[in-house]
Structure formats: C-alpha cells, structure tokens
C-alpha cells in the first residue's frame, strides 16, 4: 500500500519548460496598460509567482488566444454571483478534465497514509490586491476563524473533523503548511475541490480590519453600521464571503475579481493582475478581461441568449430551448453545443420517507411500493416525448462515463412492467380499490399521491403529465403542485411534501475517491430523507435517527469510507451502497445521460464542444477553464 503521494503542481498541467515572462511587453494585457505606465502596478514577471501553473493548451486541443474583450452573461438574480467562484474554479486542489484531483493554487502537496497533509504554496503569489498570499494567511484563517466559538460556533465544517476531532494544524514556513488528524481523512481533498470548496484559507490582511482581535472597538461599531450588520461575528462572515462573490473589496484569488457592490442590474468582473496560470507562451490568464453579468428575470434567459444578449450562457436554460436556440444560430452570431449533463437523473421522483402523514409514510417505506411505482413508469415514453429519444432510461445511479458503473445499477427496477407492479402493490396491502379502480390505503383513504415541483422547469410538468397516466393503470392517483424552491423544501424538511420530482443524484460521473454521501441520508436538502438527513448533518442534534435497517446499512457503508486508507477499499464500499440504494429505489430515476445546451457567441474560441456538464463535480463550466476562452476580433451585434 503506497503511505504517501507527491503532487507537483506545474507537472500536472504541462511538460513544457517555465515560459520566459520577464519584461516582455507582448505578454501584458492591454487592460493593465495604463497602470503599468503610471508604475501603479509590477511588471508580469513580478506579478506572477515564481513557479506558475501552466496550462497547456495545446495538449488540451485547444489554441493559445488573444487578451481582450468582455464576455456578458444573464444571471436570474444577485444570488447567481456565485457563479463566478465556480466558473473561475481556482482551487488550492482541484479536478482536471479526467476528473483526477491536481495542486492548482497550490505548487505542491503530500499526502502520507490519509492522515497527514502538507501543502507547499506557490512563492511569491499574490493576492488580487497584490499583497503576499502566504502561509500566514491560513495561520489566520484557522487560529481566528475556525477556533474562534464565535465565528465558528459549529466547530468547523464536517469534512475537517469527520470522526469528531479537528486535526492539528502548524505551520511549516513561509509556503508550507500541514494538517494531520490521527485516523484517515478521504474526505479532506475532494471537499477542497468541490464547487463550494472547504474553505482554509482568507487574506488576512484584509479581514483583521473586521476581527475583534485585531480591531478596536469604536472602529468595529463604525463598520457594522456601515455594512449593515448587527453583530461582530456577522460582520467579519459577510465580509469574507469568497463564494458569494458579493463584496468587491475583499482579495481573491480567482481569475477575475468583482467590482460592483450589490444591489445592481448590472455586476462587472475584471481581471485579476496577479492569477497564478499561463499558457505555454507565457500568457498570463485569463485571456478576457471582463465578465459582465446582467440581471435578467429567469423565465426569460433563454430568449435573451437566443437572440444573442448573452455570450456564454449554460444556467436558465434547458433540453426543451433547444430547437429555439438551433433555430437562433441561423439569425444570430451564437453558436449551440450539447454537453452531457452529469446527474444520476435528469428527472427523479422522491418519495419521502420522512412523511408526517404516518400511514404514507408506511406505505412509501415499504420497497414493494416503491418497485411497484418504478416498474410501472414507461420511461421508453418519457425519452421520446421529452428527450426526443436522446436521454438514456436508467435507474437513478452513476453514468457509463464513471469507473464505477455497472449496468445492473441502471436496469434495477426500470422495466415498463405494469403486471408485476400491480402484484408487488396488492402484496404491499394495496389490494382494496374504489369504484374508479383507484387503490385504498390502510385508512380507507384514496391512494392519492400529490408530487410536488419547484416549477423551474417545464420539463417536470411535461414528464408528470406522462406518469399521471401510467400510475393511473395500477391503481394509483397522481396530482401535482407547484410551490417555489425555498417554500418547496421547507415543505419537505417539515414533512409536509409526500413526494417531489427532482433531479437524481448530483454527481453521475463519481470516482471511488469522491465521498459517496449522496446515496446516504446526509443532508436536510435531500428530498427522500430530510429529517434523516438532518440528523446526519447536525450529528444527532436535531431531526430523527433512520429506521430503515437499509438506510442504516447505507450511513454504516459511508462511516467506513471514511476511514478507509485506498482506493481499492473505497470502490468496495462504492458498490455495495450503490446496489442497496438501486435495488431500494430511494429515489426513482427516469432518464439520465441527457443534453444541456451551452450557448457561446460564435467569436467565443476555446469551448469544448462536448463535456460533461454538472454543478459536482466538474462545476459546470470550471473544469474547462473559462480563463482560457478568448474573443476573437470584435463582429458586430445585433
């Protein structure tokens, strides 16, 4: 068994030796000009850390480009800011095109048995303000924030103490820094990775302006005051925000930084001088100087992107824009790509086996029913109605893209089999019906099952309408109500939500080394198993403890993940929780492997025309590198 690895960041992404940088004016974007001119701002070769990430694009089939220009993106709201920390994806580890984990802020890392991790940062990097980024910062960061009861009254985020401890913490030098706990940690690399990353990290120069220890009292009062807030620990939290994207003063170390304090119709992105990657030419990313997202209302995002007002657009738009968008590319300057979309199932029915209702809730626990509920779908209907026949009938499980698919996951309990439902429901004590042939519960009341939808997307509605008639041959009465997303899952957390339709798993395309949570109840969001979930998430505190001996079966599976030390061992723990959670049907998938347009202004180079497209793990666009997407010369629009 191998105790330890060795990553070298710039050996991750290139064989090509440093690029020269020093003083050469061709490398310098034309955006920086007039700061470099009035020695506002070091030269590249300073602005740069000593040991760059590379990126090679030519070995990614991709063209080096050209500095310039701004890329416009629509946005339903101010909460979709977020999206730039995920398209940036600047990670201290992050996932490469293969899905394989790799240093990116980070120059190097180690890792010795699971346990301990030391992380050797990039010398001389900066901060978007140009101050040092430095070990220091994560001294405070976990002295001042994550030990802080105040700020961190939960005690640190799950991932740092996942069998109950946090680890130690030292610092070795300037660039070096570890962290060790005493039983293995799978979960630590992959959660820094993740879309919203485990953060470890701020830039301390900024944030001690805002921290108790570090702020006199009449100054604290002053900028509470100032930013709204009525507590100290909620001024730092708001603040620091990296993910939400909403505080344009705070340094980051993404590829563009915003400019423009909300609230606003309009937020500007601008370049970061001192990002960490080049090209093999020695160009320094990004290649786009700005990101200018426009506010827009949702329902019409994809109007606006089909009539060219958006030049990169994938959120607020689905299969069913498709022909509307085909369509757009002949009077328009955009151009459409079909990337697969990730999700264990584009659409899932949920039926929540926390249900207040006590006699639902003993109906949907018992399997049979929820067999009976799969087998009676005629999913061949579904694909061709909605998907045009291009989306694949599967359970909701792992796509074929990943090493751990297996095609009995994606069979298990898909078959269009109305006579063997019918038999599994009448086993189940389903037997009694009404005159209109509509099944009984054991109360005597109508099988009646009300599914319940964000209505966020017409395709829900439209797969609904099918299921109402297949449910209707065994008996079973289905009805639809459509409420918004936070009222929806408040709804579901209450157990007030009998079953949702929904998307399937958020990661399809797993490796073993990826936490396997999401086939167990882990989360207050996940619409089957809320209160179990909860439980999981607030260690026992609040919430019910599962009673299902599989779902048991399934939280135990996940504990030994957690203390597993291979790879080999992880994928065993895999499959086993992905045969109980199929065979279970804890979630009833339709259709996986189906198509999500990405539209791009047709000056837009260097999008891949297929990928993999997903918020975990690939974050939609980021693993792409929207850094290295480039306008080619101005065309004008319309």
Known sequence: MVTRRTFLGFLASSVLPLPAVAADADNEPDFLHDWLRAGQMPPLAQRLPKMPRIINLAALGREPGRYGGSIRMLIGGQNDLRLMNVYGYARLVGYDQTLTLQPDI???????NDCI???????????????PFTSDDFRYWWEDVILNKKLTPGGGALELRPHGDLPRFEVIDEVTVRYSWDQPNPYFLPNLAAPQALVLVGPSHYLKQFHPKYQDDIRLSALMKQYRVKKVADLHIKMA?????????????????????PPA?????????????????????????????????SAIISAKAGTGESDLQA???????YTFLRDAEKRYPIKVNLWKATRGSRVALMPNLNSADPVWRQVLCDVRVRRALSLAIDRHEINMAVFYGLGTESADTVLPESPLYKPEYAKAWIAHDPAQANTLLDAAGLDKRDADGIRLLPDGRRAEITVETAGESTLDTDVLELVIDHWR????????????????????????????????????????????GQLAPTMDDQMQWPLWGMYYLSR??????????????????????????????????WHQMLEIYTDQVFS???????????????RLQNVPEKALYGFDPTCYLGVYMPDTFWLKEDQPRV
């Open 106 to 112: 980070l120059e190097s890392y180690t890792v010795e």
């Open 117 to 131: 991790f030391t992380f050797k940062l990039r010398e001389g990097h900066k901060w978007s303000d140009g101050h």
């Open 241 to 261: 925000r990296v993910y939400r994207q909403e505080n344009p003063e705070l340094p980051v170390l993404d590829p563009w930084h915003n400019t423009t304090a």
């Open 265 to 297: 119709e309009q937020f500007v992105f601008e370049r970061n001088p001192y990002f960490h990657r080049i090209d093999e030419n020695g160009k320094q990313l990004p290649y786009v100087d700005r990101f200018v997202l426009n506010v827009s209302s």
């Open 315 to 321: 959120t607020g738009i689905d299969f069913d824009d």
């Open 473 to 516: 041959k065994v008996g079973i009465a289905l009805f639809t109500r459509t409420s918004q997303r936070d009222i929806f899952r408040s709804r579901a957390m209450g157990g007030r939500v009998m079953m949702s339709i929904w998307y399937g798993l958020d990661n399809g395309v797993a490796t073993a080394d990826m936490n396997p």
């Open 540 to 573: 026992g505190t609040q919430g019910t403890a599962p009673d299902l001996p599989e779902v048991k079966k399934l939280v135990e599976l996940l504990g030994k993940w957690g203390e597993s030390t291979s790879s080999f061992e992880r994928a065993g723990i």
């Open 588 to 602: 009833i998938g339709l259709i996986n492997g189906t198509l999500q347009p990405v539209v791009r202004a047709s």
